[in-house]
């Protein structure tokens, strides 16, 4: 089995910063892509950012300049810096990745449960 946990998330001001951060654990054979999906009430999951296991990037267009997706391969883990945070940016956070687990006959897709991030003055 394989286990997403994130950390990270709570209550920050306009303006302000945040560090999420998700781990891999588990039976691990590979981790494939990374990345940071987002759900804010009454709307659809959105991706927020993704980076290959090569390190390639990639944003939505809304956080583009204020967020920076990386990865520690080493320790199977993805973070997301998130600088001058905008109310907009409130949801819940949920990291995704592409992992081929021990015993597996392909790489599945996992997903954390989710931290709530909250931006408000």
């Known amino acids: 089995q394989v286990q997403l946990v994130e950390s990270g998330g709570g209550l920050v001001q306009p303006g302000g910063s945040l560090r999420l951060s998700c781990a891999a654990s588990?039976?691990?054979?590979?981790?494939?892509?990374m990345g940071w999906y987002r759900q804010a009430p009454g709307k659809q999951r959105e991706l927020v950012a993704a980076?290959?296991?090569?390190?390639?990037?990639n944003y939505a267009d809304s956080v583009k300049g204020r967020f920076t997706i990386s990865r520690d391969n080493a320790k199977n883990t993805v973070y997301l810096q998130m600088n001058s945070l905008k109310s907009e940016d409130t949801a819940v956070y949920y990291c995704n990745a592409w992992v081929w687990a021990h015993g597996s006959s392909s790489d599945n897709d996992y997903w954390g449960q989710g931290t709530q991030v909250t931006v408000s003055s």
């Open positions: 588990g039976s691990i054979s590979s981790v494939y892509a």
């Open positions: 980076i290959s296991s090569g390190g390639a990037t």
